[in-house]
């Protein structure tokens, strides 16, 4: 049984879901930026990190270095924190340990029930209370954060909705949930940028082989990623309490940041949010995430529109029939 050993403890989690490629990196560290806030990046994939399981991070562009530039294994923010928490972020489980099948049942009990049902479900089947001891590991290292650091506010920017839900589901009143989205035909382009298309292809071509005859496919792929990516969250987005979460549009959060924060303040916390144009120098330790977040550069809030100038009508043909229908549903026009 799921004790609630955390909730007299004043803090809350702001979980940040996006299919990948949508800003999550650029949101958690703005909001990282405050002063009554931490950001731990992708925080389910501690282990991996930590590990250097380059298997497991699978993006070639990716890094296993902390934003503070060490080595999770070696960063002294993080040595901190296992130690608080009584954690071994080498052995100990903090995302999914059951099959799809399970997932897909833990999804629908949520759906249908909503946290505290399921919750209690775990107390009967073994395969819900196991993803609920790797949400309580969270909680546990959440809570040696919140401790040492003195914050109210802990970002989560793991972007998968079955993580938030098992979250959730452990404890339904310290979690909030932002919805990030970004234009369909953006976060699919960028998706297959440079050695990324490799993740679409499953890594199974030989590095001499032509990728442009494969990057329709790999395009494709992308596409069907997003679309699924996006109705799950989108379903799971509606299903919680109005005062639980928050919509947001990358395009909106980089153009017009002062509105952005207005809005993300008045639903999900209770201090006053800095709206400056320029992202702070302050170290975070965030782990995951866009490889940008490591660039030195990486100061300017701007829109990032690369991705049009790749843009063609075969795209335009794919992307018409796979996602223009989500995509318009989202407010996007083409």
Not at 62 to 87: D, I, L
Not at 112 to 118: D, Q
Request: a positive charge; glycine letters at 6%.
């Amino acid at each position: 049984m799921i004790r609630m050993e955390y909730d007299k403890e004043f803090y809350e989690i702001v979980y940040i879901a996006s299919a990948n490629r949508s800003g999550s990196t650029l949101l958690e560290h703005l909001l990282g930026s405050q002063g009554d806030v931490v950001n731990c990046g992708e925080f389910r994939r501690i282990t991996d990190f930590y590990s250097e399981n380059k298997k497991a991070i699978r993006d070639p562009q990716n890094t296993t270095a902390c934003t503070c530039g060490e080595k999770v294994s070696e960063c002294g923010f993080w040595s901190k924190v296992q130690s608080a928490s009584g954690m071994d972020f080498s052995k100990d489980k903090f995302t999914s340990q059951v099959n799809a099948l399970n997932r897909l049942l833990f999804k629908l009990v949520f759906f249908v029930f909503g946290p505290r049902l399921t919750r209690k479900s775990a107390d009967f089947y073994r395969p819900f209370a196991l993803e609920l001891k790797s949400a309580k590991n969270c909680f546990q290292v959440f809570s040696a954060i919140h401790r040492l650091n003195k914050v109210t506010y802990i970002i989560d920017s793991s972007k998968m909705i079955y993580h938030f839900l098992l979250l959730k589901t452990a404890y339904p009143d310290k979690v909030k949930l932002i919805t990030l989205v970004r234009d369909g035909r953006a976060v699919s382009m960028s998706s297959i940028r440079g050695n990324r298309i490799k993740i679409f292809m499953g890594g199974r071509f030989a590095d001499g082989l032509n990728v442009e005859s494969i990057r329709q496919k790999a395009f494709k792929a992308a596409v069907k990623s997003w679309v699924s990516v996006t109705i799950q969250t989108l379903i799971f987005f509606y299903r919680l309490p109005a005062q639980e979460r928050l919509f947001i549009k990358y395009e909106k959060l980089v153009t017009d940041l002062n509105e952005s924060f207005g809005t993300i303040n008045n639903h999900l916390f209770n201090s006053k949010l800095n709206t400056s144009q320029q992202l702070s120098t302050k170290v975070s330790h965030a782990i995951g995430g866009s490889p940008s977040r490591l660039k030195s550069n990486f100061s300017e809030i701007k829109i990032d529109d690369g991705w049009r100038k790749d843009w063609t009508e075969e795209h335009k043909k794919m992307f018409g029939f796979l996602g223009a229908l989500l995509n318009r549903f989202l407010g996007y026009r083409s």
